[in-house]
């Protein structure tokens, strides 16, 4: 078993930066890939961006290229996810997943994911 916990929520204004976290235990985080979604009210869950095992390879939703960066430190069992040139439009829950087989798009094949976090950008 894994458990993640995201943290970093919050409001912020379009145009601004934010950082979220997602702190893993239970099981070695290294053996596990990991991503990040987003599900906006009335909407389906999005795949944001995705991290291998080792952090040496990443992907990205094309509509995050660019302006989002994922990122893990497995000393600190830690996936991150930078967001910069924020928008209204990325208003959402942002939830972290984790799974032993994969760091790509399709939600159903994570095994493992955290409660979420709220990110709200102003206009």
């Known amino acids: 078993q894994v458990q993640l916990v995201e943290s970093g929520g919050g409001l912020v204004q379009a145009g601004g930066s934010l950082r979220l976290s997602c702190a893993a235990s239970g099981r070695t985080f290294r053996d596990y890939g990991a991503g990040w979604f987003r599900q906006a009210p009335g909407k389906e869950r999005e795949f944001v961006a995705g991290?291998?095992?080792?952090?040496?390879?990443?992907y990205y939703a094309d509509s995050m290229k660019g302006r989002f960066t994922i990122s893990r430190d497995n000393t600190k069992n830690t996936v991150y996810l930078q967001m910069n040139s924020l928008k209204p439009e990325d208003t959402a829950v942002y939830y972290c997943?984790?799974?032993?087989?994969?760091?790509?798009?399709?939600?159903?094949?994570?095994?493992?994911w955290g409660q979420g976090t709220q990110l709200t950008v102003s206009s």
């Open positions: 991290i291998s095992r080792s952090g040496g390879s990443t």
């Open positions: 997943a984790a799974d032993a087989s994969t760091y790509g798009s399709n939600p159903y094949a994570y095994d493992y």
